[in-house]
């Protein structure tokens, strides 16, 4: 779509939404920062809300069919919500640092997080085991001004990560080797399409990117949020139309 174009604007909360995640069917999860959990359904016809009693809730993910949904934030605890019993349980815990991305694979296998220092977990999605923390540098001190950002590929295999030292990563996560490290000032959103050919970021450069063996097509934006479909990148440039 051209920037002036819009699907609708709804409002699902009070308050300041935190984070919002987008399921393969084209539901929308979003959470408050009072705590808020809402799911509008992709014909925007009804919206789930679930609570949770404190204001913790920093990001979320929902999973492909949109029956699971994982939070996390300030306690660095994740939760685990099912959409059609309304409950939500303890999966694991992160640590004290308080998490600032999380995402899903699409078969909900593997889970990941990177909190506001710049540590990244991987865990298994359904016991919450810990798999794997990739090396990287952390910081000894965080500001909310520039959260660091991560997202799975739907198969859970490749994972990108925008930390808070302007370095965009992505990591083969089976083989748990560094694939692709490019430096970027300031990134606030980063993706992979579905089949893990591309990366997407954008940021304070008011600008997106989609990256692909090693060559960078810029797209015209502002601050953004990157969801999966970026995978139509393809499409759209053979209409000469990649805004």
């Not at 204001?55 to 300030?74: F, K, P």
């Not at 692909?212 to 969801?227: A, G």
Request: hydrophobic residues 40%; glycine residues 6%; neutral net charge.
């Amino acid at each position: 779509t051209t920037p002036q174009e819009s699907l609708g604007s709804f409002t699902v909360h009070d308050g300041k939404i935190s984070s919002v995640s987008v399921s393969n069917q084209g539901a929308i999860v979003s959470v408050c920062d009072d705590g808020n959990i809402a799911l509008l359904t992709p014909d925007t016809s009804a919206v789930t809300r679930l609570t949770q009693r404190n204001d913790a809730v920093e990001c979320v993910t929902v999973c492909a069919n949109a029956e699971t949904v994982y939070t996390s934030g300030l306690d660095g605890k994740i939760r685990r919500w099912n959409i059609g019993q309304g409950v939500g349980e303890v999966l694991c815990e992160a640590g004290n640092t308080p998490i600032t991305a999380i995402s899903v694979s699409a078969d909900q296998s593997v889970l990941a997080t990177i909190d506001a220092v710049g540590k990244i977990l991987v865990f298994d999605a359904q016991s919450g085991e810990l798999l794997w923390s990739p090396p990287v540098e952390v910081q000894t001190e965080y500001s909310y001004s520039l959260k660091p950002r991560l997202a799975l590929s739907a198969d859970g295999r490749l994972l990108a990560a925008a930390s808070v030292n302007d370095v965009l990563r992505v990591w083969n996560v089976p083989a748990k080797k560094l694939v692709m490290t490019m430096s970027q000032i300031n990134i606030h959103g980063v993706d992979l399409s579905p089949d893990g050919r591309f990366v997407a970021y954008g940021g304070i450069f008011e600008s997106v990117y989609v990256r692909e063996d090693r060559k960078s097509t810029r797209l015209n934006s502002s601050h953004v949020v990157i969801s999966y479909a970026v995978f139509c990148l393809k499409k759209n440039k053979k209409k000469n139309n990649t805004n």
